[in-house]
């Protein structure tokens, strides 16, 4: 096998990787999707050669909450011949971008991704209802509410 054939089957192994959540490749497509990216454009983000890829993605995606994160991530980095800071930042976007499809598929909003719980819908219809982003600033100035309501400009001053 010559080291074209390799490099070859390497390359596809690592796009077959791609589709599983298992594994490092899973996280830089997500990476290169998120940031429109190449592959080249990848590799100079992870301070290495589009070569050295493929064995970076063909790594199993080590847990973010485990303890064993950044002895995990130098290992991949160090095998792999990649800058484990950018690897680190690249995973947890990615783990960041697949918690927020997750919180999607599952019907609830955006805003409960941040959360460790999905927030029932009457709860946030209730926070929406309170929420007045110019309350704090028509404080801050002194204004009351009908000096408010009268200079808003989107409504119609026809007397």
């Known amino acids: 096998m010559t080291s074209n054939d390799k490099d070859r089957l390497l ?3 690592m796009r ?12 830089l497509a997500t990476y290169q999707m998120m940031n429109h990216m190449d592959d080249l454009a990848l590799a100079r983000v992870l301070g290495c050669t589009v070569d050295d890829l493929p064995r970076a993605g063909l790594c199993l995606w080590p847990d973010g ?15 792999a011949g990649v800058n484990a800071f950018a690897l680190t930042r690249v995973l ?12 999607a598929g599952s019907g609830a909003t955006m805003l409960s991704a941040a959360r460790d719980a999905p927030v029932p819908a009457a709860e946030l219809r209730e926070e929406r209802a309170d929420y007045d982003p110019g309350h704090r600033l028509r404080a801050e100035l002194g204004a009351d509410s ?5 200079s808003r400009p989107d409504e119609d001053r026809a007397t």
């Open 146 to 150: 009908d000096t408010q309501e009268r």
């Open 65 to 79: 909450d485990a303890p064993s994160f950044p002895s995990d991530v130098q290992r991949i980095a160090e095998y």
């Open 92 to 103: 947890r976007d990615a783990a960041a971008i697949r918690r927020m499809r997750q919180v």
């Open 11 to 13: 390359r596809h192994a």
């Open 16 to 27: 077959r990787a791609a589709g599983r959540d298992a594994f490092v490749a899973s996280a």
